[in-house]
């Protein structure tokens, strides 16, 4: 029948609709606000992959390796930042194994942990090749085709200018990539987004919410979706328990004599050079005797340095600072300190003659009684299984010589030993290491093991009873790697001693270590990865509980509170094609009566659990119109960020806009003369290169600068190895909670109370 001649039975159809969007955010049904609170949190959990569980995880493993699968599936990559010592390596075993089955996995981890990794693989059989973070800065990389790669102590590729930093983000290039790492976060927020870059684009978190990853974790704003690519989770209920233990001692009168002396040093001329010094020497003193010396007698190589420079016509060179802060710089913090790349730092000559009274101060605190030392043997007398680290070669060795008749285990980075005789690293190690072999009857088993901070990281030292720091690291990072040694599953203890010797009042009001440590655990407490707090992103995992029931329906609720405003759970899945809809995890939002809106997390999960047991009443016809009116503008706007919205809008790069610049103006060009094959190459490129990068894609975009025609289009082929998947946001309510006072309740919706079940 013609269309024409149907209009009254086509008119009488039609309901007229104020906005398209009223048609997508249909509010469901009235339920309990418990019922619909509890269907928003089970819509904001991470999602998890649906595949069969190796036999050799634990329980508490099961969920990180899933989430894991699931993230690489979908992002190409992830972090495990579960706690220190909870088995991320089998976790990262399982993953590349069901990924990639068959295949041999390639490790990338620290070369002191490669023979860990090798009994871990072979314990499970499954083939493995490790290659060490030394093998990558030097640019050997396997030429393996695995589609699946694990890094372990993934922070230590958080600096894009190293030299290891690119030659991984270049090999990682179209592969899948699970980082672990318990401590990510070193010294700011960044370190973890220079991290995700490695496997995942920035833009991977866009349709969340978050248009760059690295935009918003420099400016110290993690998303509550971060959760979808770092993966934490409490510690297991079966990890020892930490007992804290601090001691704090006064400095003695020679080493306030020191202090005095090292305070009336030039050092430099240069402000910052001369606190750099400074705090290197005051930073020994807090140490020990033997680490003051130590650092005086670098300092006197230095000045001798700057005196020979002095008298060639020359400036000391920036290397020779580097060399007297120690083998360790980078986590003094305090490189901005020094002058810019190029330019020649200045050295105080005039400081000889007090430097050798500084000396004769040291030698005499080097062979007089130390009260730090004798209080140390004072927490040994119980002769628990104990490990002692330092930062500090030169305290190590002046402890091995003070505490020799304890005969103590001792490890550095360059070699290991017990007492005064030398052994392989993983002899040593084993001593101190669950289910170790009993001693024959003529060999004194060592308990105490003396470590610099090579021993801190990835290593099973389970057999400890107590971790003593004896001085204290820049970084919490450090800390924690230091406590994981014994604080780790498979421990023979239900409790582990940590004892902390704080720096003196007097050094410490130099130093500010304290609050250097509180502020570094802060930052990592804002990203959600300490351990005892659940912010900012694994409160979403936390609120599931498969005991909820879930509604059928995306329902409204009207809940009684202070705070007037519309909880909503919001999710935008991805339409990949007419035939495919991924459903992504939901996000938490709110809009207030006033105006606001927020999708704070502190502030938001707690209308969800006060949705337990508050009154409850089901909506007005006026409310569920003001629910649309509240939903249209919000949802519109996520439509618009989820578009690419804020890419547009400059958060690109600027080598990336250039090369995007360049290809315009080749497309115009190629357009004009009709050339419709290098037109089509240009079109995907420019559409490629639309979106956020890798770090490794990144580098491609680098090397195309500068390159003529002729090479930069084979140049662009290379650069969409990996295609950008293009998906159209579809947005889906998954409840709405309105909070509002309501004294009294309307007849036609009596009120309720209905607890949600746990």
Known sequence: MPLESTPCIVAEALVEIRDPLETVLALGPAAPAAEVAAAIAQSLAPPMAGVAVPAWLRPEQITPFRRAVAALQRYRGALLADPVGTGKTWVGLAVAATLAP?????????????????????????????????????????????????????????NPATRRYPALARWLLGRQALLLSATPIVNRMADLAHQLLLAVRDDALLPRGCPSLLIALDANQPPPALGDLVLCRPDPAAKPVARLRSEGLPLSRGALDVLAEIERLTLSHDPGVATLIRMVLIRALASSPGALVGALQRYARLLAHATHAAETGRRP?????????????????????????????????????????????????????????SRLREVLLDAESTIVFTTSRDTLAWLKQRLGDLDPAWVTGEAAGIGRTRMAREDVLAWFRAGRPAPAAAVREPWLLLATDVAAEGLDLQAAGRVVHYDLPWTSVRLDQRNGRALRLGSTRSRVEVVVFRPAPELERRLGQLFRLRDKRRLARRAGLDPGDPWLFRWRADLVDSESPVLATPCISVMEGKTGGWLIGLALDAAVDPDRLDSLPAR???????????????????????ADTAQWRAPTLEERGEAVAALAPLVRACLRR?????????????????????????????????????????????????????????????????????????????????????????????????????????PSAPCSSISMAR
């Open 317 to 373: 060179a920036r290397s020779a600072i580097q060399a007297f802060t120690g083998p360790d710089p980078e986590q003094l913090l305090l490189w901005e300190l020094l002058p810019a790349e190029g330019a020649a730092p200045d050295i105080a000559l005039e400081d000889s003659a007090q430097l050798a009274r500084l000396l004769e101060l040291g030698s005499g605190l080097v062979a007089g009684a130390d009260l730090k030392c």
């Open 642 to 746: 989820a578009g690419g919205e804020a890419w547009l809008g400059g958060a690109l790069a600027g080598e990336q806009r250039a090369l995007l610049a360049r290809l315009r103006r080749l497309a115009s060009a190629a357009a004009r003369r009709r050339d419709g094959t290098r037109l089509a190459l240009l079109d995907r490129a420019l559409d490629w290169l639309s979106g956020g990068l890798s770090a490794g894609e990144a580098l491609l975009v680098r090397d195309c600068r500068g390159l003529g025609i002729r090479r930069l289009l084979p140049a662009l082929d290379r650069l969409q190895a990996v295609p950008r998947q293009r998906a159209a946001p579809v947005p889906r309510l998954t409840g709405v909670v309105r909070v509002a006072s309501f004294p009294a309740c309307p």
């Open 102 to 158: 068959g295949q041999t996995i390639v490790a990338i981890v620290p070369a002191a942990l490669g023979r860990q990794w090798s009994v871990t693989a072979a314990r499970t059989g499954l083939p493995v090749t490790v290659v060490s973070h030394e093998a990558v800065s030097r640019g050997h990389l396997p030429a393996s085709s695995t589609p699946v790669v694990l890094v372990d102590e993934s922070h230590h590729f958080r």
């Open 588 to 610: 938490l939002l709110w809009i207030g009566d006033d105006g606001s809106m927020s999708e704070d997390p502190r502030v938001l999960v707690p209308f969800l659990v006060e």
